[in-house]
């Protein structure tokens, strides 16, 4: 065993700047949580974090090109168990995402097919031998992702699903499409949203793409949560209330301030500085990611680390926009401090595979 | 420019190693095209941060603040109404209103809340209108008291900041009134103020939305009574509930106010008349005090102070029996014989009779060319005053009053406290009406004629009055001719007494006539109390002239109205009542009342008295008992 893959090589800044996030995370939930039924949630979520380095650490011990081998198999396997979700899944908040396990815990497998589709993107396009995607290796590989999509979207979980694509386009656009490919498929987005409004959305999707264009349509109902979102982030001002003295978050005003509007709530209580210290350091994450795409050996491990990367660059566009009410709201998480267990450890998993990556750099 | 030993080392050996890649320039600039789209991506997230945090801060600090802070009136109770011995007659009850914030409201809620409330959406849609109109937008509206714990439930269950945030609840304190009615018209019942209030001089001090005094007591004591509201700030979270007490000004309750009234004497006199139209009052004629007051019909207060719909408020405006119309002090009407005490007592005075004066009543007598009957149609035969007080004799007192002639007996009537208010401390008394040549010249701007004196020496043509009035006047005349002003209040002073220009032996003569009247085969020998020296005389109305009774039109309606007025005992006397029951046909309907009242405030006397002897006796002999 050659010592290079030693813990001396792993991504310390990488993981660094995790931890870090990952800590004002906790401390943000448990700000947050204080005075509320989910009091304990920051305990929680510790426990998650120790149980992702651990996974992170997994991953990383294992070649890539191994796990690339058993795509088809993770493929199935996901595939089984985004069905089982629907069978045996929880309902919560009217969306049947989750599988309840030992423990009161709850599997959201939609989070954890993340990986399987990183993996998935990076196989099927570090096999094409062309400098540009054919016709019909788009058409296939498009299938590939579009079936667990479908899944996802029917549970319904919008917002989850499109983080796929986020992968998948990332994938494409690195491998090269003809420009006719390119127009194509946006001329088909541009035919089929008018279709998608009348017949796929439903109405409370419909609901959150109208608010979002005009939040005070409805101020105490959709647009709701937007407008106690922004409230907060702005009372923040530049220095912030002070942790546990946010009046939007303390009272409640803020809707789900520990998960998905963590970031309003973190604005609220640290100002613009901090939340200038948070984007910094989730800057620093994605370009480490990007660094680690740059320096892989081979096609797959930048699909692997640039699928990885732009998921995240996804999560944090559309988190971050929707709660300075620029993205509506869809219901996806902050990766790292938003408090969920499938979407910690489905991230470290993630940097795990960047740092596998990594790891081979130096191809023997 | 430094970069970390780790850093360096990593380039060497990428360099050394560059060519094992499969492609090394593989993608490379799109890469670099990702970096600058991350570069972008958190750009554009700080700089929406920077436009909320910094160039918008203000605006949004303002909007947490609206969102966590609330000024909550903190209702002031009014005050409490007790009777004369300290007894409890109107008290408040703890109970929550709702309010409506007007700021937060949204109109489609109005439809929905009004529905789980169980009002009515146009009174409640009227009621903003008018808020809307001359209120600041900060103020909350009033919009239904007294919630039951099926609104209660709504109410908690639909207030977050998520459902109707606009609802507010707030303690207030309901008056809580005798049932029954009882007591009714003095003490009078609270509402909303009006529009018409509010431009009034009366409630300048408030302002819309206010419960204020709407009549009786409550009304001409609304100051007194009213305490000052307080307020709190308090800090709310989401679902409205509070959660710090931010700022709190308490609450002044209103003055206790002590009345005048005897509730014992109170429900006798409300138990005479039930059933009944018709008034009672009993004044303490040595100082003014009103020892009880009734009218009858009678409605019930707490009904008026905050249940009351439009549709019930107009039903007792239309009734025919007129039940918010304070009798004792508003229903001005003839009051036949309970007069004539009064035109006696002016011919004495004037000497229009001498002592031995005597009348012969064959049944009627004609003056001026008109006959007029007396109400004995084989009449009285030769009588003098005592006798035609007792029986009141019609024709004795035509020509007593064709002697004194009518400017005389107003006169009298005038200083008996007739024709003007009595300055009683209710709102809306009337002042009835004591016709003479001048007033007939100033009111109808013609010549008295002397027919008309006739009519006004029995207590009827234009000559109204009051109940109030007619104990007033009677009272006063039964203590020698001083009259005090009545009052309900007991903390007021005792104003100065108004003496009238009349001879103790006039006064006596006229007193022994209504000793007989009840006590020597008088008329309202029903009245008759052993051991109590009642006085009184009886009155029995026309509402119509004798014509007309007789044609087939006329109605019960045109019944005659009893009357009896008394006071006791004969020598200093206590207590002086009058009674009225409309169309009760003779004054011996009403002397029963007088009776009951009277003997009620006798025997309370006669308790106190032996209660008093009783402790004495215990505190001279502390080892006896009272043997039952």
Known sequence: ?364 | MSISPIEQELEKKLDAERVLRENKKFAADKINAVQYLIFAVVAFLIACFYDLQIHQREYYSQAAERNRIKALPILAPRGKILDRDGRVIVDNHASFSLLLSRETLRPEHLAPIAAGLGLDLDEVKAKLARFARTRAKYEPVLIKEELSPADLAFVESHRDLETFPEMELIESHTRAYPKDGLASHVIGYVGEISDAELNSTEFGRNKPGDVVGQAGIERQYNDLLTGTDGERQVMVDNLGYERQVLGYKAAVPGQSLQLTIDLDLQVVAELALEGRRGAVVALDPRNGEVLAMVSRPSYDSNMMSSHISSKQWNALLTDPDKPLFNRALQSQLAPGSTFKPIVALAALQTQSITDGFSANCGGGASYYGRYFKCHLKRGHGSIELNRAIAQSCDVFFYAVGNRTGIDNIARFAEMAGLGAKTGIDLPYEASGVVPSTRWKMRTQRQKWYAGETISVSIGQGALTVTPLQLAHAIGGIAIGGVWRRPHLVKEQAPESARKGDVSPENVMKVIQGMYSVVNAGGTAGVARLPGIELCGKTGTAQLASNDFLKSAKAGKEFADNAWFVGFAPRENPEIVVAALVENGLHGDRAAPIVRDVVKAYFDKKARLTQDRKALAMQRILPGLNPVN
């Open chain 1, 1 to 364: 065993m050659p010592n290079y893959r030693s813990l001396r090589d792993f991504d310390w800044t990488l993981w660094g700047v995790t931890l870090l996030i990952c800590s004002l995370g906790v401390l943000q939930i448990y700000s947050a949580t204080r005075d509320t039924i989910w009091r304990g949630a920051w305990t929680k979520q510790l426990l998650c974090i120790a149980a992702g380095i651990v996974l992170a650490w997994v991953v990383s011990r294992v070649d890539y090109h191994s796990l690339l081998g058993h795509v088809p198999l993770m493929y199935l396997a996901m595939m089984v168990m985004l069905m089982v979700t629907f069978v045996l899944g929880t309902k919560i908040f009217g969306s049947r995402r989750w599988i309840p396990v030992f423990g009161g815990f709850h599997l959201q497998v939609s989070e954890f097919a993340k990986l399987v589709i990183v993996l998935l993107v990076a196989r099927f396009l570090s096999a094409v031998r062309n400098d540009r995607l054919e016709l019909e290796d788009l058409f296939k590989l498009c299938g590939l992702v579009a079936l667990p999509m479908l899944l996802v979207m029917k549970q319904p979980d919008l917002g989850t699903s499109l983080t796929y694509l986020a992968v998948l386009a990332a994938g494409i656009f690195l491998v090269g499409l003809r420009w006719q490919y390119v127009a194509a498929i946006v001329a088909l987005c541009v035919l089929l949203m008018p279709a998608a409004w009348y017949f796929y959305l439903k109405d409370y999707q419909k609901a959150r793409l109208t608010t979002f264009v005009d939040p005070e349509r409805d101020p105490r109902g959709k647009g709701y949560q937007v407008i106690q979102s922004k409230i907060a982030v702005g009372s923040g001002g530049p220095w912030g209330k002070g942790v546990t003295k946010g009046s939007q978050t303390q009272l409640q005003f803020l809707p789900v301030p520990h998960t998905d509007f963590i970031m309003a709530a973190f604005a609220e209580e640290h100002g613009f500085v901090g939340v200038v210290v948070v984007l910094g350091l989730y800057l620093l994450l994605l370009l480490q990611i990007v660094q680690n795409a740059q320096t892989a050996p081979d096609k797959a491990g930048i699909y692997i680390c640039m699928g990885v990367g732009m998921l995240l660059l996804f999560h944090l566009l559309v988190n971050v926009g929707m709660v300075v009410g620029r993205m509506p709201v869809t219901g996806i998480p902050l990766p790292l401090m938003s408090n969920g267990g499938s979407s910690i450890l489905t991230t470290f998993m993630m940097l795990g595979l960047v740092n596998n990556v990594r790891l081979r750099r130096f191809v023997n």
